[in-house]
């Protein structure tokens, strides 16, 4: 799986130990920066990421600002994303299974690392479910 990797300065140093998770599970990622934890705006971060992920040249994308949320809030305006600020693993696996996650967004100064690489992993390894929860997917896509 490629990965599309993002964060502004708030996520930038738990988007780069994130790198090792992905390492570990035999991912590949792009990474679309930051590049340090010089202040930033997330939006430009989410965007590029989420076009990454609709674009197909990413298979999903991760996003680490402070809080996660305004990332996922910049994300969800690209159609085909669905992102979500996800801070536990019983929502990262409900969010695969039921809403086809397609990028997770990270709160660094909310989630402590070693949960966020668990919700990490979850993520990953979570398959969709399909049946009814397709049909509910695609009218948020407007079909
Ligand atoms: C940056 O201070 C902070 O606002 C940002 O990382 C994020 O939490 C926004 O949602």
């Not at 298979?59 to 801070?87: E, W």
Request: proline residues 3%; contains cysteine; charged residues 20%.
């Amino acid at each position: 799986m490629h990965i599309a990797l993002g964060a502004d300065h708030a996520g930038f140093h738990l988007k780069d130990s994130l790198k090792r998770t992905l390492d570990e599970l035999g991912a590949t990622y792009q990474d679309f920066g930051t590049a340090s934890a010089e202040s930033v705006d997330y939006p430009d971060f989410a965007q590029a990421v989420a076009h990454g992920v609709a674009s197909g040249q990413c298979d999903r994308g991760i996003l680490v600002c402070g809080t996660g949320i305004g990332m996922a809030i910049a994300a969800n305006k690209v159609p085909g994303i669905r992102a979500a600020a996800i801070v536990d693993t019983d929502t990262a696996t409900l969010s695969r299974e039921h809403n086809d996650l397609n990028v997770l967004t990270l709160g660094a100064r909310v989630t402590p690392e070693i949960r966020a690489r668990e919700i990490v992993k979850v993520f990953l390894a979570t398959p969709f479910a399909g049946g009814r929860h397709a049909t509910r997917v695609a009218k948020i896509e407007g079909a």
